[in-house]
């Protein structure tokens, strides 16, 4: 049985510090500071009225009046759901009766690699997929038939979208913090019983609010709104152009609080690689580092959540004169600009897992051979050979830059459509000087981090 270094995947990400680049971190940080600052310049001298919400629609590319269409794509997303669920049971079982061992376990590189890091970049190239082929949405559907009429409506963490956070926020600290989070053991018996929570809440309340709190469906439908792919009104599949998902529809104030916590998330193992935190957590070991890696991720969190609604605060200053002209929405200005953190959050996701995805990626097709560890060769991919060499560190480098400077300017321009939107010219630009200055922070931050 072959071994292999998954241990440095799970626990290091891939992501670590380029020096390579012709440009230092703060050098990066503050160019990308200064093309976000004339770029919302520009966008206050041409964009004076909305756009991206009237092409969320986009083109039809099939017709649902087509039967044999509709029928092979009916049987393709049952084909594909079965298969997905079947994966995800191998995986859960392989974490729980598989050899405990990171580095011949399938496990870790299917959770933390092909679930967490593919699937919602691939939703991002795609569309909405996953809640039609998603394991705990097919486990919800079958839960919740004949289920008993009339019972009691769910609580108000549930039907707020509140509880979703739970799931997403235990995840990032088995990910980040717990000192045996990559553990087969561990995230079997994780994954086995939040399959249950997920279960019970739709036998009890039903599908809709199994929904609201499976979080990790929530995070990639929110991405999926980026993707120049999408279902229509009219229920025909159309291409749009991307972003234009993310204006259409406001996002919920639970939503906005998830997006911050997965963004709070990526921040916080970004600071876990500087200096200062390895003088911090120097010599702990075990629960001991646990818990000083716990504190650390609540304080990041924290602090990235609190700057967005100090932003969001300053926003309801500033226009508080000027009412917006459909009405306002729940929340305020902190939920109304909400839908501008998605792309932020998919550059991060892209600069932080791009190297994960792209060389310890690979593993899953070894570990798909031998999932439970037990010395199989299903596949004949066992000894398949592990290219570390096939993309650069300079490459790994400027895609981080890229990824992240792009993603803060595409915040911009959907704030920007959403304010022009909302207000006469001149207060909807004067509204977006708090979120620009945010969105600098967090451009000057993240680039710093990556890059330094």
Known sequence: MITLPVVEVVLAHGVGGRTDLPLSAWQAGWSAAVAMVLSFAALGLLWHRPRLAALADGRPVAGTGVAGIGVAGRWATSAVRAAVLAVFVVVVTAGILGADDVSANLSPVAVYVAFWVAIPLLSVVVGPFWRSVGPWDTLVGLAARGRPSGSAAPPSAIT?????????????????????????????????????????????????????????GIVIDLLARL?????????????????????????????????????????????????????????????????????????????????????????????????????????????????????????????????????????????????????????????????????????????????????????????????????RPAMALRSQYPMLAVMVAYTVFGLVLMTG
């Open 160 to 216: 707020g979208g509140w509880l979703a956070l739970v799931p997403v926020g235990a995840f990032l600290w088995l990910e980040l913090v717990y000192h045996d989070g990559a553990r087969p053991r561990v995230l079997g018996w994780a994954g086995l019983a939040y399959t249950v929570a997920v279960v019970v809440v739709a036998r009890r309340w039903g599908t809709s609010a199994a929904r609201r709190v499976e979080g990790f």
């Open 227 to 423: 993707a120049p792919v999408a279902r229509r009104a009219d229920g025909r599949w159309g291409l749009r152009v991307p972003l234009a998902g993310a204006a259409a529809e406001p996002l919920r104030p639970s939503e906005v609080g998830l997006v911050l916590l997965v963004l709070g998330g990526t921040a916080f193992d970004g600071v876990s690689r500087t200096r200062f935190w390895g003088d911090v957590a120097s010599g702990r070991s075990g629960w001991d580092a646990t818990l000083v890696g716990t504190v650390g991720l609540l304080w990041v969190v924290a602090v990235v959540g609190a700057a967005y609604h100090l932003a969001g605060r300053l926003g309801d200053r500033l226009t508080a004169g000027d009412p917006p002209v459909d009405g306002g929405a729940s929340g305020g200005f902190a939920v109304r600009f909400g839908h501008s953190l998605l792309p932020i959050l998919l550059g991060y996701h892209v600069a932080h897992y791009f190297s994960l995805l792209v060389l310890e990626g690979q593993l899953f097709r070894v570990l798909a051979s031998d999932p439970y560890g037990r010395g199989w060769d299903l596949f004949g991919t066992v000894t398949t050979p592990v290219d570390w060499t096939l993309v650069s560190p300079t490459t790994v480098g400027w895609v981080q830059l890229g990824s992240i400077v792009a993603g803060h300017l595409a915040g911009v321009l959907l704030a920007h459509d959403r304010s022009v939107a909302t207000w």
